[in-house]
T-cell receptor, first 115, second 114 residues
Framework: AQSVTQLGSHVSVSEGALVLLRCNYSSSVPPYLFWYVQYPNQGLQLLLKYTTGATLVKGINGFEAEFKKSETSFHLTKPSAHMSDAAEYFCAVSVRASNTGKLIFGQGTTLQVKP | EPEVTQTPSHQVTQMGQEVILRCVPISNHLYFYWYRQILGQKVEFLVSFYNNEISEKSEIFDDQFSVERPDGSNFTLKIRSTKLEDSAMYFC????????????FGNGTRLTVT
């Protein structure tokens, strides 16, 4: 069965600092991996995804994530935090070839950006 | 950009009442989903729907829940007899190709059962 663990329910960084949000997954088959962002009172918006190919994937708003199979990780990074990045971030795994598109989410990480 | 729209944004109901949450997926999408997020907890999968039938459902999706695509545009989630523990944010999502394409989520309906 698939599962996702996000280390740290709250992360606080200063504006301009590096953002690192950690995600580890468990999957018996090669996974599809996703990061979603949720702003207050809004739905989940896709930041980026990994399916196959290049293990470093770039997403919107300057975010990127690297799939490391040996570490079963898919950490999200951004070189320089902006105040508008404050939101909740969810890592998710999809069961490849299930064809249902079902996502298993981590518990989420709230990113706080301090001026 | 096309969006998934959900109505209402907030629904308050009494325990034991039936509620219907409504969603309009993106028009060329073929796969439809409901997820829920209890306050402070993770987003949980409820059900996926494809080709006019349920393709997968979770343990949460018991006989009290049902989904329907009554016409070519709407996708509904019905809870027959609500319980206090059904209070949550319910998200509808759609995708074009199942696991080959990302899910697009609506803004959610906050259901409060009193």
């Amino acid at each position: 069965a698939q599962s996702v663990t996000q280390l740290g329910s709250h992360v606080s960084v200063s504006e301009g600092a590096l953002v690192l949000l950690r995600c580890n997954y468990s999957s018996s088959v090669p996974p599809y991996l996703f990061w979603y962002v949720q702003y207050p009172n809004q739905g989940l918006q896709l930041l980026l995804k990994y399916t196959t190919g290049a293990t470093l994937v770039k997403g919107i708003n300057g975010f990127e994530a690297e799939f490391k199979k040996s570490e079963t990780s898919f950490h999200l990074t951004k070189p320089s935090a902006h105040m508008s990045d404050a939101a909740e971030y969810f890592c998710a795994v999809s069961v490849r070839a299930s064809n249902t598109g079902k996502l298993i989410f981590g518990q989420g990480t709230t990113l706080q950006v301090k001026p | 950009e096309p969006e998934v729209t959900q109505t209402p944004s907030h629904q308050v109901t009494q325990m034991g009442q039936e509620v219907i949450l409504r969603c309009v997926p993106i028009s060329n999408h073929l796969y439809f989903y409901w997820y829920r997020q209890i306050l402070g907890q993770k987003v949980e999968f409820l059900v996926s729907f494809y080709n006019n039938e349920i393709s997968e459902k979770s343990e949460i999706f018991d006989d009290q829940f049902s989904v329907e695509r009554p016409d070519g545009s709407n996708f509904t989630l019905k809870i027959r007899s609500t319980k206090l523990e059904d209070s949550a944010m319910y998200f509808c999502a759609s995708s074009r190709q199942g696991d080959l394409s990302p899910l697009h989520f609506g803004n959610g309906t906050r259901l409060t059962v009193t």
